[in-house]
T-cell receptor
Framework: GENVEQHPSTLSVQEGDSAVIKCTYS??????FPWYKQELGKGPQLIID?????GEKKDQRIAVTLNKTAKHFSLHITETQPEDSAVYFC??????????FGTGTSLTVIP | EAGVAQSPRYKIIEKRQSVAFWCNPI?????LYWYQQILGQGPKLLIQ????????DSQLPKDRFSAERLKGVDSTLKIQPAKLEDSAVYLC?????????????FGPGTRLTVL
């Protein structure tokens, strides 16, 4: 099965600074990598995803980069705002539409 | 569109008691998932349904957990009897299909505390 590792487990940044969260995976056949944001008391919500045929994808202040050779992908949040404070999870696929999730990164944006 | 609905939102029981959780997926979504999220960890898949059939239940502790999706829409997850280590948030998610890779939409979860 897939093994997903995520770092760091906690991250504090000043408002306006950038935040980077990194994940590694083990299954070289994996070809789809979503990132989820989970706010307190809510279920995870997809914020961005990337397929293996591209190396980078950007959506406003959020970007994801993928290095298939090294089997790692990263979430980049620029110009962070207090509402970005949440727990972020990366995931990598197993068979079908199943995902293995990372252990999560608790991001705190300090106003 | 309405999101994934779950109930109850919170449940406190004593060990060895039984508990059931209910999930109503987004209309038209063929695939339904139950995840267990222990505090400080990522969600772990327990079972995946495609319509009313089980696709994968390899990580479901079948001696105490059971799940059904009889009409291919709503689903229930049951624990009988509960253990202390079952304390977690139980998340239900749905997606349009179970093939390829599609966005999974999560419900708010049920927080279970076993005393």
């Amino acid at each position: 099965g897939e093994n997903v590792e995520q770092h760091p487990s906690t991250l504090s940044v000043q408002e306006g600074d950038s935040a980077v969260i990194k994940c590694t995976y083990s299954d070289s056949a994996s070809n789809y990598f979503p990132w989820y944001k989970q706010e307190l008391g809510k279920g995870p919500q997809l914020i961005i995803d990337i397929r293996s045929n591209v190396g980078e994808k950007k959506d406003q202040r959020i970007a994801v980069t993928l290095n298939k050779t090294a089997k790692h992908f990263s979430l980049h949040i620029t110009e962070t705002q207090p509402e970005d404070s949440a727990v972020y999870f990366c995931a990598a696929p197993a068979e079908g539409n199943q995902f293995y999730f990372g252990t999560g990164t608790s991001l705190t944006v300090i106003p | 569109e309405a999101g994934v609905a779950q109930s109850p939102r919170y449940k406190i029981i004593e060990k060895r008691q039984s508990v059931a959780f209910w999930c109503n997926p987004i209309s038209g979504h063929a695939t339904l998932y139950w995840y267990q999220q222990i505090l400080g960890q990522g969600p772990k898949l327990l079972i995946q349904f495609q319509n009313n059939g089980v696709v994968d239940d390899s990580q479901l502790p079948k001696d105490r957990f059971s799940a059904e999706r009889l009409k291919g829409v709503d689903s229930t997850l049951k624990i009988q009897p509960a253990k202390l280590e079952d304390s977690a948030v139980y998340l239900c998610a749905s997606s349009r299909t179970g093939w390829g890779h599609n966005e999974q939409f999560f419900g708010p979860g049920t927080r279970l505390t076993v005393l």
